[in-house]
């Protein structure tokens, strides 16, 4: 297995589909996919596509980081007691461990992400 992964941005396989755990919905019906591509042998690292369909839900990262990078759409990331982002194609943001906001997908998103669990 090589050390240099080339993330496929169109994946050709089927991804997992999920919807969001009934305490973490705020509102909408937004749906999820993922395509992963990559991870650690000790899964502590993970690595791929995700997708979802508007909708406004809690994120918690407890111990988790995660980088992502936009490929489309549109959404809005407000930490709790901070100030509402927008992220659109072509930005990158990471939230880190304690994050704790509303993610609000205006317009489907898709997304590389990296996850770096402790």
Known sequence: MSNL?????????????????????????????????????????????????????????GTTYEFCHILSGLVEIEETGGATQTFRAGDSFVMKPGFIGVWRTIETVRKIYVCVYD
């Open 5 to 61: 992964i080339a993330l496929d941005l169109a994946p050709g396989f089927a991804p997992k589909e999920a919807l969001p755990a009934p305490e973490r919905l705020i509102s909408g019906s937004p749906s999820f996919k993922t395509w992963a591509q990559d991870d650690s042998k000790d899964g502590k690292v993970l690595t791929g596509i995700w997708e979802a369909t508007p909708g406004e839900t809690h994120s918690i990262k």
